[in-house]
């Protein structure tokens, strides 16, 4: 493979993409065709439950001045940011995969062709007791978060759906076969 390609993972709250990433991470370490860098979030990271690297507002505004970040957007009032080191895997021919917004989709897209979506799916039930089991929201927003399905998929673009509602192994075969599918 002469070039790499860009793996956005996509989903709504609690469907367990961080999850996914981190077990898929963990599977492929011995293969290096793949890369997971580490997003940038104005959000202090619960480190059993997100891989992420935290800075405020701020910084954040700065380090984006700098261009430090491929791709960046906002949601649920906070500030998400992709290194812009993720060029260099790239072109050094790794498969990048990354957790990010359906909203940055058609930006990405634009950047970098050779982009995959991967849309990871859970039963609204399902996401309901992943959020709960965080502790960082009250019931009341859990159920605000629910009905927020969020932005759709861009048109034309079809997603490899992976759900992720049943057993965590099920989840994890689906998601990292889908990666080597990319990289094959």
Sequence with gaps: ?????????????GAGKDTLI??????LADDHRFSFPRRVVTRTAVVELEDHDSVDVNE???QKLRGAYALDWEAHGLCYGVPAAIDAAMVAGRIVVVNTSRKVIERAIEKYPNCHVLLVTARPDVRARRLAGRGR???EDIEARLQRE???VPDGIVPVI???SGGLDDGIDAFVGALR????
Excluded at 181 to 184: G, P, R
């Design 60 to 62: 954040f505004g700065r």
């Design 181 to 184: 599918s990319i990289a094959d």
């Design 137 to 139: 929201e009250s019931a």
């Design 162 to 164: 992976i759900d992720n």
């Design 150 to 152: 969020g932005a759709p």
């Design 1 to 13: 493979m002469s070039h790499g390609a860009l793996a956005l993972v996509v989903g709504p709250s």
């Design 22 to 27: 981190g077990a898929a991470r963990a599977a």
